[in-house]
């Protein structure tokens, strides 16, 4: 019998879990800021909606299972799909744009590395039924606060801005067929997880000339937006769209984190114009969030089609980023209030006043199996409280407890009836109150 989790799933300990909440409240506060509501869907879905066949390598890593009935089922690898599923099943129901956030646990049997895990969560955020690039601005901007929310500059992370749109119209220019271009996106999105001969022999399994596969690999030599847009039509609707983009990014005050990057193109086949992903600026994490339009997911799945865009944000590689920086959430929960006792005979009392201070709406905690003042000190130190009630036969013999403060560790006698007053009094105030 192992005690570890399945291999790439994670338990979450007390100390994870500060970090896990701390992150969670800062992608809802957000959400919520930005006018996002929040929605929740199963963690097994129907296979049938999952599976595509765009050679994405998201379907071969899906956790498929058949229930006791035969249906065939899977752990939800992304939640873009269950999304699309419930905004159609209450499609003329829901009033559009519909701004939807959720935080969906995501299952991918992945090759484990850095910052790839069998089991993650995904802030998602996406945007229904609006086709202006202000919406796709919109997404991007929270995704922006969020990032300076958890402490990261622009210096720190950058949102780079690709566009399928752009990089099809220069396919096209460069002779490549509408139904091979699809193919060639998910072999580009390859690029810096193999190398660019790798890249070259996807390419030309994917039925595309050696040359022209040369010629495809040059892409990538497109370092600006003037530069790319040399390489189209003039009057290229994929250009125009990123001009305004850029031009509302400063408007909205996120400029400095927005960079344009021909190479970004997302390995999902359902986006159809622009795309991101955030990074580290030294590079060093696989991508932050990933996200983009997707117009044709619900036609894709035999609906009338509906504009969207979104994105997700997952909470393995934000650790990594945050950590390197030696950023980590503010203190733990802690509690007010550690009540005690000297004698294992004075715990009734005891619970009387931990009933009363909780009953006031105090966070307590009993410090069990810690009796003796090393011991409880000990623990409410461990235990983060910033004051501690104590009792203890000499005092009680007068109807008192003692009210420690943690910080300051200065004591006073206090009776019984008074307890919760005296920790309202001193958590209100006065030194260690913080
Ligand atoms: P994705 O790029 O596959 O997009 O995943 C989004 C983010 O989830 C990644 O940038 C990463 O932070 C995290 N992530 C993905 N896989 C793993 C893994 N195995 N271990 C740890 N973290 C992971 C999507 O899933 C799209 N459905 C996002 C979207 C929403 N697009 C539009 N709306």
């Given amino acids: 019998m192992s005690f570890q989790a399945p291999r ?133 901007a929270t995704a922006v606060d969020a990032l300076r929310a958890l402490g990261l500059s ?28 699809l193919g060639v996106l998910m072999v580009l999105d390859k690029r810096g997880k193999v190398s660019d001969e790798v890249l070259a022999e996807m390419l030309r399994d994917a039925g595309i000339a050696a040359d022209l596969a040369a010629r495809i690999m040059g892409i990538f030599e497109v370092s600006s937006l003037d530069d790319a847009a040399r390489q189209v039509p003039a009057d290229s609707p994929a250009v125009a769209e ?20 021909i190479a970004v193109v997302r390995g999902l086949a359902y986006y159809t114009g622009i795309v991101f992903e955030a990074f580290d600026a030294r590079r060093q994490f696989r991508a932050i969030l990933g996200g983009g339009r997707y117009d044709r997911l619900f036609e894709s799945l035999g609906e009338p089609p509906l504009p969207a865009v979104g994105f997700g944000f997952g909470d393995v590689v934000i650790r990594e980023v945050l950590e390197a920086k030696g950023l980590s959430p503010q203190g733990g929960p802690g509690v007010d209030v550690c009540v005690g006792v000297f004698e294992a005979a004075n715990w009734p009392e005891a619970m009387e006043v931990a009933s009363d201070l909780r009953r006031e709406g105090f966070c307590v905690d009993l410090a069990l199996g810690a009796e003796g003042p090393k011991s409880l000190f000990k623990y409410a130190d461990r235990r983060a409280a910033r004051r501690v009630v104590f009792l203890a036969p000499e005092e009680l013999k007068s109807g008192s407890a003692v009210l420690r403060d943690m910080s300051t560790r200065s004591q006073e006698t206090v009776a019984l009836g008074d307890v919760v007053t005296a920790v309202r009094r001193s958590l209100a105030g006065g030194i260690g109150s913080a």
């Fill in 154 to 181: 622009a210096e720190d992370v950058s949102l780079r801005i690709g566009s399928r749109k752009l990089v099809a119209a220069m396919l096209t220019a460069l002779g490549v067929p509408d139904d091979q271009q």
């Fill in 242 to 261: 990123l001009r305004q983009l850029f031009t509302l990014a400063e408007k909205a005050g996120v400029a400095s984190f927005l960079a344009f990057d």
């Fill in 8 to 140: 790439g799933m994670r338990d979450f300990y007390p100390e994870d879990m500060i970090w896990r909440t701390w992150l969670f409240d800062t992608w809802t506060a957000t959400a919520r800021r930005h006018g996002f509501e929040q929605y929740d869907a199963p963690v097994v879905e129907h296979l049938d909606l999952l599976t595509r066949k765009a050679g994405e390598e998201i379907v071969d890593q899906i956790y498929a299972f058949e229930d006791k009935s035969g249906r065939q089922l899977a752990l939800r690898p992304e939640v873009t799909p269950s999304l699309v599923r419930l905004v159609a099943a209450r499609r003329t129901q829901i009033v559009l744009p519909a701004k939807w956030f959720t935080i969906a646990q995501c299952f991918r049997y992945e090759r484990m590395s850095k910052g790839r895990k069998r089991e993650h969560f995904q802030w998602n955020l996406d945007i229904i039924g609006a086709a202006d690039i202000t919406t796709d601005l919109e997404v991007m």
